[in-house]
């Protein structure tokens, strides 16, 4: 079964730093992203890595995060630095078998999901 689980989440002062890590297990795909959550909204994106090595940020996060993959392990980690108040949320890995292409996939194009783990950003 197709497992996907986030770690690293937290509580940091504006300006501190956090990196998120998601292992995925049984997993065989091409692209995994990122994305947060706050309360009574719905998802947005952060990023992607994908098989061809492609990587794409939402403007939300400015330049201020960095995705990478661990292929050998597959495992994906979302470096985040000089955090503000406005990134609090539950972050979400996420994991589908499309892409071979650079294309910003939106949640709906995704299957596997991870249960998320909360980041607070305090001011």
């Known amino acids: 079964q197709v497992r996907l689980a986030e770690s690293g989440g937290g509580s940091v002062q504006s300006g501190g730093s956090l990196r998120l890590s998601c292992r995925a297990s049984?997993?065989?795909?091409?692209?995994m992203g990122w994305f947060r959550q706050r309360p009574g909204e719905g998802r947005v994106r952060v990023g992607f890595?994908?098989?061809?090595?492609?990587?794409e940020y939402s403007e939300i996060v400015r330049g201020r995060f960095t995705i990478s993959k661990d292929n050998a392990d597959n495992k994906l980690y979302l470096q985040m630095s000089a955090l503000k108040p406005e990134d609090t949320g539950i972050y979400y890995c996420?994991?589908?078998?499309?892409?071979?292409?650079?294309?910003?996939?939106?949640?709906?194009?995704?299957?596997?999901w991870g249960q998320g783990t909360q980041v607070t950003v305090s001011s």
């Open positions: 996420a994991a589908t078998q499309r892409g071979g292409r650079c294309y910003f996939h939106g949640e709906g194009d995704y299957n596997y």
């Open positions: 049984a997993f065989r795909g091409h692209t």
């Open positions: 890595f994908n098989n061809v090595g492609c990587t």
